[in-house]
């Protein structure tokens, strides 16, 4: 799930016009390339590591605020699927797969949409790189320590869509009648 803090928010009613979704869509775009670029100078200023580190911070914190109520309670696919919507007035066009075992819970994020291509199209960047999921990840993994978040698929890396997939451990079952 992609950092929208800045982003604006999903319609919540039919008085929400198609204007104001192009708008949302044109901020987040604004505020993917914003990011990207903000990356790129500390990246060339400080090195890699320490750009990560500086776009981190608070990173893990808004995660766990904006995906612990969707994703508590219900499997991952049912919590990210609540996240659909909001992803789609922001110009993401997403799917959320249940892929659990009896042992994890799992979904596959397939996005069609790649926040880093549109960035990095939006920057004039020739070679596009994986940036923006990368901090989305690792803000997961932090948010959320049970939680395994990867890439399988990118489209920064040719491929025809991005597909990510995030897990967590099934909760133990209760022993015997309670």
């Known amino acids: 799930m992609t950092d929208t803090t800045q982003a604006p928010s999903a319609p919540t009613g039919p008085a929400a016009g198609d ?3 192009a708008d949302k869509r044109a901020r987040t775009r604004r505020m993917l390339s914003d990011r990207l670029r903000r990356y790129l100078e500390l990246e060339a200023e400080r090195g890699p590591e320490e ?17 612990g109520p969707l994703i508590t309670g ?11 919507p909001l992803f789609a007035a922001m110009g993401f066009l997403e799917e959320a797969i249940d892929v659990s075992t009896d042992d994890e819970d799992v979904v596959m994020e397939v996005c069609r949409t790649c926040m880093c291509l549109t960035a990095a199209e939006d920057l004039g960047l020739a070679e596009p790189r994986p940036v923006l999921c990368e901090l989305d990840f690792e803000a997961t993994r932090r948010a959320f320590p ?17 597909v990510f997939r995030y897990a967590r451990p099934r909760p133990a079952a209760p022993e015997g009648p309670s």
């Open 74 to 84: 219900c499997s991952l696919a049912e919590g990210f699927g609540k996240a659909l």
């Open 146 to 162: 049970e939680m395994s978040a990867e890439s399988l698929r990118r489209r920064t890396d040719g491929h025809h869509v991005c």
């Open 51 to 67: 750009a990560r580190e500086v776009l981190l911070d608070g990173y893990p914190e808004r995660q766990a605020a904006r995906m």
């Open 19 to 21: 204007g104001d979704g």
